[in-house]
Structure formats: C-alpha cells, structure tokens
C-alpha cells in the first residue's frame, strides 16, 4: 500500500531508522536488511507531489524487535583471566600475554593503564609489571562491566582484518572513509584499529568523525 502523506507514526524508512540506532543506511541496507528474519517492508510511504511508487516503510516496532534480538544473538560475556602462577612475579607484558594464551596486543594496547595503576618497574630496556596486578586491570578494562572514560570506550571492538584495512586505505574521498569507518565501527571494529590501518590514533578518528558530521 502506498501512502501519500509525509510520515506515519508506526511507520518508518530504513533511512529515517538508520539515524535512530546510529547506523549509516548503507551498513543496514548491506549488512542488516538481508539477514534472514529482518522485517519486510509494511508498504511504501510516497511524499507529496512525488511521482513513482514511494519508499518503502517498515513498521517501526518489528524494527525495533529485531535489533534487539540481534543485539541479544550478537552479545558475548567477555573473558575474565585467572592470574598464571604467581601474582606478584614481574614480568614483561608480552611474557604475561604468553601466559594468558593471548596476543601481545591484547596487553600492550592497555600500556598506558597498567604505567599508571599496576606496580612496574624498568628493568633495561623492558618494563616489567606485577603479573597480579596486570590481570586484575585486564579483567576490570572498559567494556568487562565497568564504567569507563570516553578514551575507555574507545578501546573497545575488535581489530580490522587485512581486507577491512585495505578498504579503508582505498578510500579515496574524506565522506568515502568516513562511511566505510562507520561501517566498521558499527560491525564491532574499535577506533584504535581503524586509526592504525590510516596512521591516526582512536581519539583522531573520533574527532575525524565528529567534523563529517558537521560538513
């Protein structure tokens, strides 16, 4: 059915809801609309004096259902670590990341943390950190279930895969980088690893975002 009025209260585009859940409507177009269950389209909303057969609504409410199962199929509670032998053994974060099974990143993208609230200590070259301390930061690090700092949030998400960042490289325009960025922000990628692929730090792709917005 197409309607021939500006908006409906129960009806919504893909376009106008984009907005509401902070999505580009590419990334739902793309991503979202042909997942199987995604809502189907409750008719088409024509605007005045337009020709043609009008965009096509959804109802509002199935949208919303649907997000939310998908948040809930989507969510994984994040892995806590037990403390690898000894709690107060100093060791390098890599030595301690090779204790826990984990990437040296996984550690050392939280450096700056442990300096400032594990017990460490120089030793040459290499900082050594108290390995109880270390995990009990991992373990309690934005995004486990504790209130974090803008600068927290921003280190939540995973890291890019190697065809993510070659996309982001090829853009070739800022409103090109912009769309594919938060694209990938909203696919679970985290602000330092879209940072790293273009030579910009997490808070500089924010502030990048940020003055798209406003273009």
């Known amino acids: 059915m197409t309607r021939d009025d500006d908006e409906d209260s129960g009806t919504i585009t893909l376009a106008e ?6 999505r580009t409507p590419e990334h739902i177009a793309i991503r979202w609309r042909p ?12 605007r005045p004096g337009a020709r043609g057969p009008g965009e096509p609504v959804y109802d509002r409410d199935a949208l919303e259902t649907w997000l939310a199962a998908w948040e809930k199929a989507r969510a994984r509670p994040r892995r ?10 100093m060791r390098t974060l890599n030595a301690i990341a090779r204790l826990l099974g984990v990437a040296g990143k996984t550690l050392s993208q939280y450096r700056q943390t442990f300096d400032a609230h594990a017990e460490h200590r120089d ?17 309690d690090r934005p ?12 280190r939540r998400g995973r890291d890019l895969t190697e ?3 070659a996309r982001l490289q090829a853009a070739t ?3 090109q ?24 730090t997490g808070n500089a792709v924010e502030q990048r975002l940020r003055d798209r917005d406003h273009v």
Do not use: C, M
Request: proline content about 8%; overall charge positive; glycine content about 14%.
């Open 80 to 89: 806590r670590y037990e403390v690898p032998g000894d709690p107060n053994e």
């Open 35 to 46: 997942t199987p269950g995604f809502p189907r389209p409750a008719g088409r909303r024509r």
């Open 163 to 165: 065809q993510e960042t």
């Open 177 to 200: 980088w912009a769309a594919i960025a938060r694209e990938l922000l909203a696919d679970g990628a985290s602000r330092p690893s879209i940072g790293r692929a273009v030579g910009l």
């Open 173 to 175: 325009t800022p409103g």
């Open 143 to 154: 995004g486990a279930g504790v209130a974090s700092t803008a600068e927290g949030d921003a």
């Open 123 to 139: 030793h040459g070259a290499r900082t050594l950190y108290r390995t109880g301390d270390v995990v009990n930061l991992l373990n």
């Open 17 to 22: 809801w984009a907005k509401e859940v902070g």
